[in-house]
């Protein structure tokens, strides 16, 4: 059904994973949708699956943590489709598992930079857009966010998520702006798998089942209708159970 119909999205990290599966969810449910990732090639061929499936989309290469490119990606989203109605900032990195002592600086850095910086943002140029007719945003965060688990910095960089998203959500919630997180737990997806080296499987130190990426989109999906439109600031976990282990 076309609960999107005559909405415009931009999903950053589409090329695979949970952006794939909600660029197409969005693209199903009648979304025009603006495909960002870092690798082309990638966003392209999410673009090629969408087409398919007989959807509209527009493949756009960006590095999220760049501040040109974040503008560019609303700025060609409007050219092509005229507004902008729906941003799902999804595009991350792990970044892998050291702990505070023996941490690169330079991996620290890109791993706040992608995960952190390009959420704000992000949300700095969707923003504007938005006041002109309102919007929902939803950012990535995880439930590496609201605990413990996870890699020193990928941790840090996913509380610094909810925490901005929090804040962002209250200043615009009187210009019809409402601003999410999203909180995964496991997830099937080929970040999952090179961070736990082809085993995918929960975090170490957790329980409960691998989500797969089609369950976060649902989510997505569903924080960004109408059927949310009271919900606003919200970390929204859906792990399956692992943080009520």
Known sequence: MAFFAGKVALVTGAGSGIGRATACAFAAAGALVTLADIAREAAEETAAIITQSGGTSLAIRADTSLAEDAAAAVARTVGAYGRLDIAFNNAGISGGRPGQDDFDEARYDRVMAVNAKGVW?????????????????????????????????????????????????????????????????????????????????????????????????????????????????????????????
Request: proline residues 6%; hydrophobic residues 45%.
């Open 121 to 245: 943002l992000g949300m700095k140029y969707q923003i504007p857009e938005m006041r002109r007719r309102g919007g929902a945003i939803v950012n990535m965060g995880s439930i590496a966010g609201l605990t413990g688990v996870g890699a020193f910095a990928y941790t840090a960089s996913k509380h610094a998520v909810i925490g901005m998203t929090k804040a962002a959500a209250t200043r615009y919630a009187g210009e019809n702006i409402r601003i999410n997180a999203i909180c995964p737990g496991a997830v099937d997806t080929p970040m999952l798998a090179r961070a736990t080296a082809g085993v995918v499987a929960p975090p170490p130190g957790t329980t409960g089942p691998v989500a797969a990426a089609e369950d976060i989109a649902a989510a997505v999906l569903w924080l960004c209708s109408d059927q949310a439109r009271f919900i606003t600031g919200h970390p929204l976990v859906v792990d399956g159970g692992i943080l009520a282990s």
